[in-house]
């Protein structure tokens, strides 16, 4: 009993420092006037960089930059990935496997090279230095995430609670809007909770396509620990996981409690 | 002359080479139950989903009232299907489940409460219409099913196993009051299942289908006392199989005999063991076509109302089962009487 209750604690332990133990260290260092090895915790705290970084408005900015990118491309990636995952679910295509993978392409590969071509392209279009470019890129790159979980959502829904509405008369599309559509709702949530964070953290397209005349979050805080200056960088992380946290509690007190603990079963 | 409710002309349907349905012709009547009963994997289910819309047949017609529907979609029909796991909406309460198809035909809300709540009252789940369903009970979610289905009034009813998920006490039950509910309403109904004694004791006509095809279509007592092939007969009744020689075109059994028409060299003896006389008496009393057997009881078992005997008898090479109330012991010389009606020789 003891034993199995040491290890219970040891494992718990273990999984709260690699879960929590980056996060504290960043905000140590968003604090820290001066930290240097082996010292736990810093040597002098100051409030400067916080400061610092509200003072300048290219920090609130980028921020603003950035959740509107997520929000935008979440649109996006569900309004493509809906029809795409229910045809996937419900009919049997050619080479489905084959397809459903090709949409993992833009992750497979390392992101440097893809979104360095990508840039190149968007160039020649004139999607450099644009919101839109970004947006677009992302909506590529995560429609990967949307795509798989929704068709498995789909694919979970019985077929039979389908022709049960359309038995009873229901047009294709009244059943697809008022069975399938609510009951796939969990499945939805989750997509555009993947896609809204990734969106948030990407760096590389936001990168390349973006910089220098427009930078996203991740994009400042990459040129503000470019410059060592590890508090910055630390302050805007911090402050980066702000809308993360207030869109998914958003979804979790707007959308029922039951949808997302359905989302288990 | 009256139009058939639904008349199903010749449908076929393969799955490669596997014969869903091989040319499976019949009608619907009046307001009559009628059941399709086979084994699993026998084709019932398919010509329920062709009916209904959902499978695609390879040729064939299907007429309701009249009207060719085999080339119209699932929800044009008109058709109400009570699915076998009941395929309730889990996002809606009973009351919007039972109320969808009302609405989907546009139904102003009034009436549509007022047939919603007929229907629970009919059923008798007055008080439930705000569950969900995985707030039921089995039975009470198939009551939900059948509400949901009715509630439109349709022409024609499907019911596929509708009692196939529900525990073996209710299911008697709810057997008796699925009768009486589909007598009181009118509404023609096909039944599927794989349960003779459900279907015969629910239908007034039964159909017994078998890789595709339908061996015999009669009432249920038609089918029983009657029944045309070993299939139908071992099918419908719990039965005593014994397998007997067949010599110059005559099998024999007992005192019977009976003449074998075509070159089989075996005869197969069905007796419904339950429907048996036994009796120590060597002079018990027989009918001129009653089927005589003599012999040993060499085992038995103790089943509850009655026993199981295990019976070795004069000129059959195998062991003869039979169920009858009276206690005999093992060992004791015994006639066995199978009235006529209760025996069949193929």
């Not at chain 2, 509910?181 to 003779?196: F, S």
Request: hydrophobic residues 50%; aromatic residues 10%.
């Amino acid at each position: 009993m003891a034993l199995r209750l040491a290890l219970k604690v040891i494992i718990v332990a273990l999984i709260l420092i690699l879960m929590i133990g980056p996060l504290v260290g960043i905000v140590l260092w968003s604090f820290a006037r001066r930290w240097y090895w082996p010292s736990p915790i810093p040597q002098e705290f100051t409030l400067k960089f916080w400061l610092e970084v509200f003072e300048q408005g290219r920090v609130l900015d980028s921020l603003v930059l950035s959740v509107t990118v997520a929000l935008i491309t979440v649109a996006f990636s569900l309004a493509l990935a809906l029809p795409a995952a229910y045809g996937f679910a419900r009919y049997k295509l050619p080479m489905e496997r084959v397809l459903l993978i090709l949409f993992l392409m833009p992750q497979a590969f390392p992101q440097l090279p893809v979104f360095i071509n990508l840039a190149s392209i968007f160039g020649r279009i004139g999607l450099r230095g644009n919101m839109w470019g970004i947006i677009l890129a992302h909506t590529m790159a995560s429609l990967v995430f949307s795509l798989w979980i929704i068709t498995a959502t789909f694919k979970s829904i019985p077929l039979e609670l389908e022709q049960a509405a359309q038995n009873l008369g229901a047009s294709r599309f009244k059943v697809f809007w008022t069975i399938t559509f609510p009951l796939a709702i969990p499945g939805l949530i989750a997509g555009s909770i993947f896609v809204f964070l990734w969106s948030m953290g990407e760096f590389t397209a936001a990168f390349f396509i973006g910089a220098p005349f427009i930078q996203t979050a991740p994009v400042l805080m990459y040129t503000a620990s470019m410059g060592y200056n590890m508090q910055i960088a630390s302050v805007i992380s911090i402050i980066l996981i702000v809308p993360s946290l207030l869109f998914m509690i958003l979804i979790e007190r707007y959308l029922k409690a039951e949808y997302i603990s359905g989302l288990g079963g | 002359m009256s139009v058939a409710v639904l008349e199903c002309v010749n449908l076929k349907k393969y799955y490669g080479h596997v014969r869903a349905l091989d040319d499976v012709s019949f009608t619907i009547e009046g307001s009559e139950l009628l059941a399709v009963i086979g084994p699993s994997g026998s084709g019932k289910t398919t010509l329920l989903r062709s009916v209904a819309g959902f499978v695609r047949l390879d040729s064939g017609r299907i007429y309701l009232h009249g009207q060719d529907i085999t080339d119209l979609a699932p929800e044009k029909r008109d058709v109400a299907m009570v699915f076998q796991n009941y395929a309730l909406w889990p996002h809606m309460t009973v009351f919007e489940n039972i109320a969808y198809g009302l609405k989907i035909k546009r139904i102003d809300k009034a009436k549509i409460r007022e047939k919603v709540e007929w229907a629970l009252k009919f059923l008798g789940l007055e008080g439930l219409a705000d569950r969900k369903p995985s707030q039921l009970s089995g039975g009470q979610q198939q009551r939900v099913a059948l509400a949901r289905a009715i509630v439109v009034e349709p022409k024609l009813l499907l019911l596929d196993e509708p009692l196939s998920n529900l525990d073996a006490k209710i299911r008697l039950r709810i057997r008796f009051e699925l009768k009486a509910l589909q007598q009181k309403l009118g509404i023609p109904t096909l039944y599927v299942t794989h349960d003779q004694e459900e279907a015969l004791s629910i239908a007034d006509r039964v159909i017994i289908i078998h890789n595709g095809k339908i061996l015999q279509v009669g009432t249920p007592e038609e089918i029983y006392r009657n029944p045309s092939n070993l299939f139908v007969a071992d099918f419908v009744g719990v039965n005593t199989i014994i397998k007997v020689p067949v010599k110059n075109g005559v099998a024999k059994i007992g005192n019977v005999e009976k003449r074998i028409p075509n070159q089989q060299k075996i005869a197969t003896v069905v007796i419904r063991a339950d429907e048996v006389i036994l009796s120590t008496n060597k002079n018990v009393e027989s009918g001129p076509e009653d089927l005589v057997l003599t012999g040993v009881i060499r085992g038995r078992l103790y089943l509850g109302s009655k026993y199981r005997y295990e019976m070795e008898v004069d000129g059959v090479n195998e062991p003869v089962f039979i169920n009858h109330g009276s206690d005999v012991e093992t060992g004791t010389e015994v006639k066995v009487v199978v009235p006529k009606g209760s025996y069949f020789i193929f």
